[in-house]
């Protein structure tokens, strides 16, 4: 009997699977091979690679250690388990992974990969308390999160650009954010992190809007995301990609130097303790 063609466009399970199996020989391992590694048997890898039986977190989790995949199959999983992420967020987190550089623009929030994580913990906290996610959507957001942080250890070049106002937003009370301005200071010290802040004096004159992000390829093509409340959007078109890069450059042009920014963060640890 012919084997089906799985076509990942058809449900996020075949997505999940069809990615394994991808990610798998990418890394030139058979089923086997890669069933010793995780503690699974290769039927059973097989049965996941042709989306007969869906897999569990666990087994996800460490597939995607063992196949060095950054976070993106634990992705898929969560999209496929329960909506866990925003649709098209999986999509962005696979060319996350192969990403050589990084440039990010967030608003009013530390960005996900330089945030503490009691900071994270309770930014989940509150919207979990709002009833727009389970502890368990967010306990998968958290867990994701943990491994995209990890290109920062990879030595992925990582210039990210805050709003002023995601220093002043007490995410988490006094004592979370003290220490998340503290980790900020940390990051900082690494030879591949670059932050800087966008002072609120840009006001109009502040060339983004919305939070991007820019990603450098291997082959050094870049692709673009942002987000909706509704789901997020990889922007591949080289045309639009080339105009948020502009902007971004603007927008590091006119934003703190690094001293400058690292002496704002230490201003704002001291605006805590006087709030």
């Known amino acids: ?8 466009t058809s449900s996020p399970l075949d997505a999940l699977a069809v990615q394994i199996g991808r990610s798998r020989r990418a890394k030139g391992m058979t089923q086997i091979e890669l069933g010793k590694r995780v503690g699974y048997s290769n039927v059973y890898i097989s049965n996941v690679e042709r989306a007969k039986q869906a897999p569990s ?5 460490r597939v995607d250690d063992a196949l060095d995949a950054g976070g993106a199959l634990t992705g898929l999983w969560w999209s496929w388990k329960n909506g866990a992420l925003l649709p098209g967020f999986s999509e962005y987190l696979r060319r ?6 990084a440039r990010l623009f967030d608003t009013d929030m530390v960005s996900g990969i330089l945030q503490h994580p009691d900071y994270s913990a309770a930014y989940e906290a509150g919207i979990v308390r709002r009833g727009e996610a389970t502890r368990e959507q967010a306990d998968g957001r958290l867990s994701l999160l943990v491994q995209r942080q990890r ?3 990879r030595g992925t070049t990582v210039h990210v650009v805050l709003d002023e106002g995601a ?9 979370i954010m003290a220490m998340q301005l503290r980790h900020l200071e940390s990051l900082a010290e690494r030879p591949n992190v670059i ?19 820019l990603l450098t390829l291997p082959n050094r093509s870049l692709v673009g995301y942002t987000e909706t409340l509704q789901r997020g959007y990889l922007e591949r078109d080289a ?3 080339a105009r948020w890069v502009e902007r971004y450059d603007r927008l590091q042009v006119n934003a703190l130097s690094q001293p400058d920014t690292l002496a704002r963060i230490r201003e704002a640890w001291k605006e805590l303790d006087h709030a």
């Open 57 to 61: 977190l666990k087994f996800v989790e």
């Open 96 to 101: 996350e992974r192969e990403a050589i550089a």
């Open 239 to 241: 045309g639009t990609v």
């Open 167 to 175: 220093l002043c937003r007490p995410i988490g009370g006094r004592e």
């Open 195 to 213: 932050i800087q802040v966008a002072p609120y004096r840009l006001a109009e004159d502040r060339p983004l809007s919305h939070p991007v992000t």
């Open 151 to 153: 290109m920062l250890d």
């Open 1 to 8: 009997m012919a084997r089906r063609t799985l076509d990942p």
